[in-house]
């Protein structure tokens, strides 16, 4: 099962609570951590989360570079056990504007879990769906001129080669935390049969019990992908 979640509400959760809204992120990782182990439990061989849009550099300088640190920080702090736990780190989106200490502490995460089988867990960092598909038709048209795609034999299996996902299912279920309806240029291409799953809760106050609700809520839908 690949499970693909959209971490929404750290923002609100610290403005509830007066706190700033880095103390929102840093529970919000908290919460990331409990999950990935749930996903274990639960046997869930492939967990997609977006962490940080290409649009989230838009926000304010010092909320970016938290971010940054945050993610630095956590990757290092957590590697070692995410090893241990059997997990892959993936991560999925443009590495071209990513500062090169983080796109390295990504690297080295990358390929210290190459090995790992037991969840692949695919980080969407610096990532907008629009831009994958357009750096996926870039590609191919490259492929096509060095004569390596014969462009008359395109197909949806061979599109997906060429996206940052290439090698992962499709999602079945998408959560989105927050209350909020929308996608947010989140895996525009790969979701086009997932099911979907909103839930009014802030991302910090998500539990393993939530996530086992909205696995409930999966296995009762009938999945017929445009069939009769």
């Known amino acids: 099962m ?23 992120h840093k529970v919000g990782v908290e919460t990331l951590k409990d999950i990935i182990t749930a996903c274990i439990e639960l046997g869930i061989k492939f967990l997609t989360v977006y962490s940080f849009s290409s649009e989230n550099w838009q926000r304010p300088e010092e909320e970016v570079n938290f971010l940054l640190d945050l993610f630095l920080e956590s990757l290092k ?17 443009s590495r071209k504007e990513i500062p090169p200490d983080v796109l390295e502490a990504f690297k080295n995460a990358e390929k210290r879990t190459e090995k790992n089988n037991k ?8 990532y907008g769906s629009r831009k994958e598909i357009v750096d996926a038709v870039s590609n ?38 927050s209350g ?36 409930y809520y999966y296995q009762q839908r009938s999945r017929r992908f445009g069939k009769v």
């Open 2 to 24: 690949h499970v693909a979640i959209i971490m929404d509400g750290n923002g609100r959760w610290a403005a509830k609570r007066n706190l700033p809204r880095s103390a929102g």
């Open 77 to 93: 702090e957590e590697l070692d056990l995410l090893y241990r736990n059997g997990v892959r780190v993936r991560l999925i989106g």
């Open 119 to 126: 969840l692949l867990f695919n980080i969407a960092f610096n």
């Open 140 to 177: 191919i048209y490259k492929e096509t001129v060095k004569g390596n795609i014969n462009i008359e034999k395109l197909d949806e299996d061979k599109f997906n080669d060429f996206l940052y996902t290439s090698g992962c299912p499709d999602p079945d279920l998408l959560i989105r935390t």
């Open 180 to 215: 909020e309806y929308r996608l947010s240029n989140f895996l525009l291409w790969q979701l086009a049969y997932s099911e979907f799953y909103f839930i009014k809760k802030l991302w910090p106050d998500f539990r393993k019990k939530d996530l086992l609700k909205a696995v």
